[in-house]
């Protein structure tokens, strides 16, 4: 009876979660002022008394569509140069307000904030967004279809005060941080949020209702906007950058220590109203956060996050279509691993001197910005020289320098259609062009999304095309080799119950690597999901996000049988904010895996190799980071019967705050497969018998980070992240595939090849300071440690590895970099006075 009762509680919260507060579009009106108000948090002024105000803010949760549990006031002023925003924040216990500090655009912490949100076309899709804590931290974005940009960086004003109803803040945005319409009277798309971070309450002006597809198109409007005039948009940021950098090469010749000074500049121009060119000349990315290497067994290549600021800062045009891996400009060489020399002349024997195994980028330069009439426009273009590797003929000791990577020109052009009712149609051009005797390469695509009036309902599709130009001395064995991609989809999604189908096709010769990332072409996925969320409390949860699903995969060409899995998951939060979720995935079948074996005849896989089905079960569980202590634990399992096959792993990751300025948050992960199976070589036997090798091994790996960060003031931050990364492949057994995909024994393993153990540490320090003395300039001290062993042990105990990995080899680099940010417009004002 329990049960039938907690059963029919469930279903009865889930009807009552439709009844959502009403969708009403509410208006404000922005008034004109012809005295700039003081920006000193206090919005006492009378100019702000005659203002309208934005009012009785809604839950969006935990209690969604409730009314907010405190009161919140809100007025909109502007001016020929800038708009204000001013919040009154009123709360029944001020000193229970919290006030952590974090970094400038540090995200959600434990403080109250405040944030506005102007979607200036009134698209529907996009917007800025500005917001600001309680220590007076701000956080700036723009809102797209495509997610948030959160890299994106304006210069705005805001101060923040409290007192004894509260807190309130005032915004001044500038019309040079953002673009509009050249209209006389502009209506605009508006928000308002609210945080009080001890109720974990998030309240906005205009309802954002959980249950309904989108944010943007879920913003009020504000009118009254008359004559206002983007200005001139010109802004430029000199650098200058000293390195030291020590690495004990202990080589004849070859100095450990290294000095360097650099310098250069980022361009902002605002072209017109609209569309802004953003350069940047001899840039520096020297103190760009350090890359989590990992030992790679798989067929694929490894990704790595984007951390280089003029490539994350705007570029959410270009990545819409999934086209864009900016990671390729400034990337290895393309002859790093082979260089070519002339063989004929200095033999087969060769010394290498010096190879860098990065390309140096000249410049690079983004166009971006969109019409009156929603047309998106983007270009990219980066330049990158000349590389060179130094080799040394070992018999006369002459040295010689040979191409490894030709200057290359590297574009992206984008032309995005916003559509009513969050839809859109974006048409994506890349092109790598390379210096005589390497190939290039172009991608084409088209990406098209549409929903119905109600936004509940969404069917959309891609195609792209990829074409590589295959050069040759001779134009007449020049080739073209094309491949293409398409797929499609439509779902319900809106509301409580909704549900996702897709097919995808990528052919055999399908590539984007050039300037975007693929981990591997050629097959076929069909999916399918239905889900089920309950978005209001019931019970003793706050929310529930639950589904079902299904995945098909084929190899394309020929045409064959990959993979089924079938999945269950449930995700949740409790009325205390304890967050966890189960996902359970079965796959009942042999799965076939046709890129593992490594073998390919006419550029198809000739291969493949047989894995049983199992089943696969992870969870977390994360507490409520409102405690000094919260935890996040996460871990898992998989279980094949025939294979004995186990794979289980943990991850434990405790959080301290030990005040408002100290935060600490220790990772640690444990990961260990047993009989595990992997490929290990290709070997070509001395009667020309050809046999693929995989070998049954132990994967174990631990890592082990550490982030912490100390936040003086608004402005000054002291930042550590701390990284090891220990994996250890061993292997036990030889194996020899066979054509069918299934393993046996070698018949002489005494004559087989041997098979070597993996093994691979990585530990970085990543120390920085960072003091932003105005707005828009900073000066950053940082030191940074990195060791890379590849050296196998003879023994795989955690604690001596460690040992062993702190005395190899290490780079120390220690860095300044000034940046200084100068405006044309206050600039002129000043010379003015």
Request: proline share 4%; aromatic share 14%; hydrophobic share 35%.
């Amino acid at each position: 009876m329990k049960y039938v009762c907690l059963l029919t509680l469930f279903f009865c919260s889930a009807l009552l979660s439709y009844g959502q507060a009403p969708k009403v579009t509410k208006k404000i009106t922005a008034s004109r002022t012809l005295t700039p108000p003081k920006m000193d948090g206090t919005p006492d002024e009378e100019i702000w008394q005659q203002a309208a105000i934005a009012t009785d803010f809604i839950q969006n949760v935990p209690n969604m569509g409730s009314p907010s549990k405190q009161r919140t006031e809100v007025r909109m002023l502007y001016d020929d140069a800038a708009v204000y925003v001013s919040a009154v924040l009123f709360d029944a216990a001020p000193d229970s307000i919290l006030t952590q500090l974090s970094q400038r655009d540090g995200g959600q912490v434990n403080a109250d904030m405040f944030g506005v949100y102007f979607d200036t076309y009134l698209d529907k899709q996009n917007a800025f967004g500005f917001e600001v804590a309680t220590s007076g931290v701000q956080t700036d974005f723009k809102l797209t279809s495509n997610g948030d940009d959160r890299a994106w960086d304006a210069v705005w004003q805001s101060a923040v005060a409290r007192n004894d109803k509260g807190w309130s803040v005032e915004i001044r945005i500038p019309y040079s941080a953002i673009r509009f319409p050249n209209k006389d009277v502009q209506t605009w798309g508006i928000n308002f949020w609210r945080g009080i971070r001890r109720y974990r309450e998030d309240a906005f002006w205009n309802f954002v209702d959980n249950s309904v597809q989108g944010f943007v198109n879920q913003f009020g409007e504000v009118d009254g906007i008359t004559n206002i005039k983007s200005p001139l948009r010109l802004s430029l940021m000199p650098y200058i950058s000293g390195y030291a950098n020590h690495f004990p090469y202990n080589e004849e010749g070859k100095d450990n220590l290294d000095m360097t000074v650099n310098g250069g500049m980022d361009i902002k121009y605002g072209i017109n109203d609209a569309f802004t060119l953003d350069m940047t000349l001899i840039p520096d990315f020297g103190q760009t956060q350090s890359d989590a290497q990992v030992l790679n067994l798989s067929p694929f290549e490894v990704r790595f996050n984007e951390n280089r600021p003029f490539f994350t800062e705007g570029t959410e045009l270009f990545n819409k279509a999934g086209l864009f891996y900016s990671r390729r400009i400034g990337a290895t060489p393309q002859d790093y691993f082979n260089p070519k020399y002339d063989h004929d002349r200095y033999g087969e024997t060769i010394e290498i001197v010096e190879n860098p195994d990065k390309t140096s980028l000249v410049n690079a330069t983004k166009v971006s910005g969109r019409t009156n009439k929603g047309l998106g426009v983007g270009v990219f273009n980066a330049v990158t020289k000349n590389t060179y590797a130094t080799l040394r003929d070992p018999e006369t000791g002459d040295e010689f320098e040979v191409l490894t990577d030709p200057i290359s020109n590297y574009n992206v052009v984008v032309l995005d259609q916003t559509l009513p009712n969050s839809s859109y149609i974006t048409f994506t051009n890349t092109n790598v062009t390379r210096g005589h005797g390497y190939y290039n390469a172009n991608v084409s695509g088209v990406l098209a999304k549409f929903s119905n009036k109600k936004n509940s309902y969404t069917g959309g599709g891609q195609f792209n095309l990829s074409q590589k130009y295959l050069k040759n001395t001779e134009p007449s064995q020049e080739k073209v080799d094309l491949g293409y991609t398409y797929n499609a989809w439509f779902g319900k999604t809106s509301g409580n119950l909704q549900f996702t189908a897709e097919h995808s096709l990528k052919n055999h010769t399908y590539d984007i690597n050039d300037l975007g990332y693929l981990s591997n072409n050629n097959s076929i996925d069909n999916r399918a999901n239905i889900r089920y969320n309950i978005y209001k409390p019931f019970w003793k949860f706050n929310d529930m996000y639950n589904a079902v699903g299904i995945q098909h995969r084929m190899l394309y060409k020929p045409a064959s049988f990959s993979q089924i899995v079938y999945f269950i998951e449930t995700n949740a939060k409790t009325k205390k904010f304890l967050a966890f979720g189960t996902t359970i995935a079965w796959l009942p079948h042999n799965n076939y895996d046709y890129f593992e074996p490594r073998s390919y005849a006419n550029g198809l896989p000739n291969r493949k190799w047989r894995q049983p089905g199992g089943t696969e079960f992870n969870a977390y569980i994360s507490s409520d980071y409102r405690k000094k202590l919260a935890l996040d634990v996460n871990g898992g399992i998989f279980y094949s019967k025939e294979y004995n096959q186990k794979s289980y792993w943990v991850n434990v990751s405790p959080r301290v705050r030990v005040n408002d300025h100290l935060m600490l948050i220790y990772r640690t992960g444990y990961n260990e497969s047993l009989n595990s199976y992997g490929f290990v070589e290709n070997v070509v036997y001395d009667n020309g018998q050809k046999d693929i090798i995989f070998g049954r091994r132990t994967v174990k790996t631990i890592e082990n980070s550490l982030n912490g960060s100390y936040i003086f003031n608004a402005r000054t931050a002291l930042n550590i992240i701390a990284r090891h990364y220990f994996s250890n492949a061993s292997y036990h057994e030889k194996l020899l595939l066979l054509e069918d995909g299934n393993m046996s024994a070698l018949t002489d393993p005494a004559e087989s090849p041997s098979v070597s153990n993996r093994n691979f540490n990585a530990f970085n320090i990543d120390l920085v300071y960072s003091w932003r003395f105005a707005p828009g300039s900073e000066i950053s001290v940082v030191w940074k440690n990195a060791i890379y062993d590849d050296q196998v042990p003879s023994h795989t105990s955690y604690v001596r590895n460690f040992r062993n990995t702190l005395e190899a080899n290490q780079l120390n680099s220690f860095s300044v970099k000034l940046l200084y940010y100068l405006d044309y417009l206050v600039i002129k004002q000043a010379l003015k006075k």
